[in-house]
């Protein structure tokens, strides 16, 4: 009998027990690992769905103290600058400017919510005054349009109007010490014309110096004079000037409004009508349009230029806002109502639109403040005075970085509200659903993270990843199952050893290299043999059909059989060797017959869509190639562990070789196939480099195999090095990755569910 050695019996079961933690903590830290990954992207992308919020800064504040007098107040504005590092705080500015023209700085900093004095007016940093145009002295503001939240366009009782600025800038210094620079700029003016008293006036100054001013003489005539300077070969300045007389319009003017630019000036009507005039560098009017706004003919009586000039904020007698704007259908242009952005319960006063985004605030003529976002019809949040006081509300203002609101009273008293509305732009309509963008005829999904208006619409880069998986493995599922087929049962077993490591080794292929060759080698060689490609799927396979037809005739001769038990494909490479030569031999006549001799111009002409050089068949065959290592080495694998006793028994009941594989060895071996080809759906979807370098990265939602798409491991790649921290993209980015982390999530469970089921139905192995 043996004798057991207690002392290595113990140290192999300390062995055993050092093994077990290990593996144990090991996998636990995996898991760990993987739960802190999702912890992480969730947690940043989670912000995008926080509501945005108003929260009170000061609450009643005296703008002026009760004891001293001054002229009415016309406007006012509120700028809050968020400081960083050493210095603190935050630097909260507030100015107002009454009918002499003079602006008046107030530092609201100290002046807190709890601490705010309705009788105390803040610290007054400077007065600075703007004088009217002309030589008329003692003149006062008549009225006051306001442009974004620091311009403003100031008609005079004299009849002149100026386009002043406000401008607040903080300033640090050596000690960290904050303090604030103002100042009151003149920017543009136009004289008073004699015996005109304009009831209201616009005055805009565009990039090239010429100003534009919209006067409203009476309720049914506007007039626009537009001045320029140029210079001549000698260096001297001339100013030219031009005046256009609009009076044809179809009743009372109760709003109006211009771009920026001055060329194009918009009229609403108290019987709902838009009224549409654009002017050229000349100042004459190039374009007209008026339209019936609303059926009903509710009075229009607020009209804003949203960020961008191209939308037509529009409030009306009944508290609803719209959103306007042009459409282009073939030959025509019409102004169209897009969407509503908001209901008040009474009349629309005023429309104040962000200088940041597509943000508008609505106040109506209860003092209540409504805060939506054009793009997709948001509906922020509401701001109202919290002191019954203040209910008679005379003015608003927006700050120009959009983080600070104030509200003044016909007492002059202030409330200020800090505005936190980081994500506007994100809706599950706007994420998932179709939008109606500027510029485009109809709601559509679009991706593009730049201008005026950003388009963060997923859908296209979703079916970019499974149009990209769906093209790839159409290449890859059938070759590399073929293959695993053929070499695990219908080849030698020597060659099954020198083959399978060779395929094996096509998987350690950088993605990179295999990208940087389709984008420089394959997207043109198919770019420019594109028709030979087509006709080798017809060539090829009939070939192929041809040869083996043939071949029913040679296998009475011995040589023929014994050349089947296992080197058919050295016989049938010369045979798709013959079908290439006739692809590229017939392409030419194929072209001139099918396509008029001149595919790429034939495909533009159908579908009116450029044939790309990076399209998803360029895709297919890169990212096939990535995928069929694996498909081919997981199926071969599962194929060769089928019992052999199954095979021979099979064999020996009178079943052929093909009917022993689809009977026997595929359903035995399916759970394992159905494994390898989720495990290669799983490695097309996050595939980066290969659809970044080979697809165009383009965002658009199309079948067709002759253009490109974006996925969203390509979308992460190529926005994330433009995407500031924090910021609406930058968790849109990580947003896609949670959305990939689902996906291959789901797909990884359903996958395996379905390989337990196949499993139970066929027996293990």
């Known amino acids: ?451 005026d208006e950003p388009k963060y619409s997923l859908t296209p880069i979703i079916f970019g990843t499974i149009k990209s998986t769906i093209y790839a493995l159409a290449f890859a599922l059938p070759l590399g199952l073929f293959g695993a087929v053929y070499v695990s049962h219908f080849t030698t077993p020597a060659l099954r050893r020198t083959i399978k490591p060779i395929v094996e080794i096509m998987a350690a292929v950088p993605s990179v290299v295999i990208g940087f060759l389709t984008l420089l080698w394959l997207g043109p060689v198919l770019s420019d043999q594109i028709m030979t490609v087509f006709a080798g799927f017809v060539t090829v396979p009939l070939a192929f059909v041809a040869f083996m037809l043939f071949w029913q005739w040679l296998r009475k001769y011995d040589w023929a059989r014994r050349a089947e038990n296992g080197y058919e494909f050295l016989i049938l490479i010369p045979v798709v060797c013959l079908g290439a030569y006739l692809a590229t031999y017939f392409q030419s006549p194929l072209e001139r017959l099918l396509f008029h001799g001149d595919f790429k111009q034939w495909l533009f002409d159908a579908t009116h869509k450029p044939y790309e050089a990076l399209n998803s068949l360029a895709v297919a065959f890169g990212l096939g190639f990535a995928v069929i290592p694996i498909i081919f080495s997981l199926s071969e694998d599962s194929l060769s562990c089928i019992p052999h006793n199954l095979t021979a028994a099979s064999l020996a009941l009178g079943a052929s070789r093909w009917q022993t594989l689809r009977r026997v060895i595929l359903p035995s071996a399916s759970p394992g196939i159905f494994a390898a080809a989720m495990v290669g759906f799983g490695r097309a979807v996050g595939e980066t480099m290969i659809v970044f370098m080979a697809t165009g990265n383009t965002a658009i939602m199309d079948w067709s195999p002759f253009n490109g798409f974006r996925t969203l491991s390509a979308n992460v790649a190529v926005e994330m090095p433009e995407a500031a921290v924090g910021e609406t993209l930058y968790r849109l980015l990580f947003l896609c990755a949670v959305i990939l982390f689902v996906f291959t999530f789901v797909l990884n469970t359903t996958a395996e569910l379905v390989r337990q089921h196949l499993r139970k139905r066929y027996g293990k192995y």
């Open 1 to 451: 009998m043996a004798v057991i050695d207690k002392a290595v019996l113990r140290r192999v079961k300390m062995y055993d027990r050092i093994a077990r933690w290990t593996i144990t903590l090991g996998g636990a830290l995996i898991i760990a690992g993987v739960i802190a990954i999702l912890a992480l992207i969730v947690g940043v992308t989670l912000p995008l769905f926080w509501p945005s919020r108003a929260s009170l800064l000061v609450d009643s504040v005296a703008l002026i103290e009760k004891d001293k007098t001054a002229a009415p107040t016309s406007a006012m504005g509120v700028d809050l600058v968020e400081l960083a590092g050493e210095a603190g705080g935050d630097s909260l500015t507030a100015f107002t400017l009454d009918q002499t023209g003079l602006f008046r700085f107030l530092d609201l900093s100290t002046a807190e919510s709890a601490k705010a004095s309705a009788t105390v007016a803040p610290p007054l940093l400077q007065e600075i005054r703007v004088d009217a145009p002309g030589d008329e002295k003692n003149q006062t503001i008549v009225s006051v349009e306001r442009i974004g939240s620091l311009r403003f366009s100031l008609l005079w009782s004299g009849g002149g109007v100026t386009l002043v600025e406000a401008a607040i800038e903080p300033h640090f210094d050596k000690a960290g010490g904050r303090s604030v620079k103002c100042a009151a700029r003149t920017l543009a003016k136009i004289d008073a014309e004699k015996k005109e008293k304009p009831l209201r006036a616009l005055l805009r100054k565009n990039g090239d110096g010429a100003t534009t001013c919209a006067k409203l003489l009476s309720s049914k005539q506007v007039v626009v004079i537009r001045q320029a300077t140029t210079e001549n070969a000698l260096g001297e300045s001339q100013t030219t000037s031009e005046r256009t007389v609009i009076d044809d319009l179809p009743g009372d003017v109760s709003a109006m409004t211009m771009d920026a630019s001055g060329k194009t000036l918009y009229l609403g009507t108290s019987d709902g009508c838009l009224v549409r005039r654009e002017f050229d560098d000349e100042g004459k009017i190039s374009y007209r349009e008026t339209i019936p706004a609303f059926p009903d003919r509710r009075k229009i009586t607020a009209l804003a230029m949203l960020l961008g000039d191209v939308s037509l904020a529009v409030g009306d007698a009944q508290g609803e806002v719209t959103d306007w704007f042009e459409i282009r259908e073939e030959n025509s242009r019409k102004l169209r109502q897009i969407r509503t952005l908001a209901s008040h319960a009474s009349a629309v006063v005023e429309l104040i639109p962000s200088s940041r985004d597509k943000t508008l605030v609505s106040r109506d003529e209860l003092g209540v403040c409504r805060f939506s976002f054009a793009t997709n019809a948001r509906h922020l949040f509401d701001v109202s005075p919290t002191s019954d006081e203040l209910n008679a509300v005379e003015a608003v203002a927006f700050s120009p970085r959009g983080n600070a609101f104030a509200v003044r009273d016909v007492k002059d008293r202030l409330c200020v509200w800090r505005i936190d509305n980081p994500h506007p732009q994100v809706s599950f309509n706007a994420l998932f659903g179709k939008v109606h963008y500027e510029g485009y005829a109809e709601p559509s999904y679009k991706w593009q993270s730049s201008g």
